[in-house]
């Protein structure tokens, strides 16, 4: 679920602002499964504009406070949500440590980076969810160091309906700032998006694996 409608709006404008996401159903971008996608992000970008940064911190701090009071670890997932979750762990005075996608193949071989206690209360930062797999990978490995994942917090959903039963099967809630959905709406507001091409848009997260083709 969003965190609120209002930050879903501010958020997908941001976005859209800093060109974190880009739109181009008319040209569509080839994602690295293959996909043909009208969408692109990478809200990493958001990094290099403070008002953008610090708007994301500040509502993600205040999503975590709302319904994640008991946390008492911040993790982000690698390599997009490990900056924001920095961010996010120093406003709220916690611990961060971050997950990377599989374990070191060196050293002490770790996944889980920096000292997490077993049985903490962890909510994990993530800056994009896709179909949910590296997202929910990230949550298994922290469980399997003993944390208590009480859910996680994202930038940007695509709300794919596969992604939505994986985490709904993996018993971790999701809280996203924005979804697809306000993006759409903000972007036909702001004429980032002709009225022509919401319908197109729309059928790309029905069938985002045939889309295109």
């Not at 739109?23 to 990094?47: C, H, M, Q, V």
């Not at 690698?78 to 070191?104: C, E, F």
């Not at 997490?116 to 994009?128: A, I, K």
Request: hydrophobic share 45%; with cysteine.
């Amino acid at each position: 679920m969003i965190a609120n409608p209002t930050v879903a709006a501010q958020t997908a404008e941001f976005l859209l602002q800093i060109k974190a996401i880009q739109l181009r159903p008319e040209n569509p971008f080839t994602w690295a499964s293959g996909w043909k996608s009208p969408i692109y992000t990478d809200n990493r970008t958001a990094l290099s504009y403070p008002p953008v940064r610090n708007f994301l911190r500040e509502q993600m701090v205040a999503a975590i406070s709302t319904h994640y009071p008991s946390v008492e670890v911040i993790a982000g997932v690698a390599t997009g949500a490990i900056a924001l979750a920095a961010l996010v762990a120093q406003d709220l005075g916690l611990p961060m440590v971050y997950v990377r996608p599989t374990a070191k193949e060196h050293g002490r071989q770790n996944q889980v980076e920096g000292h997490l206690e077993g049985n903490r209360r962890v909510v994990v930062v993530e800056d994009l969810i896709s179909t949910g797999k590296s997202s929910l990978a990230a949550v298994e490995a922290l469980r399997q160091q003993y944390a208590q994942v009480l859910g996680m917090v994202g930038i940007f959903t695509y709300g794919f309906p596969q992604a939505d039963e994986a985490f709904t099967a993996a018993e971790c809630p999701l809280i996203t700032l924005s979804d697809y959905n306000a993006l759409l709406a903000q972007a036909q507001k702001s004429g980032t998006i002709r009225d022509s091409e919401v319908a197109l848009l729309a059928d790309w997260r029905t069938a985002p694996d045939t889309w295109g083709q």
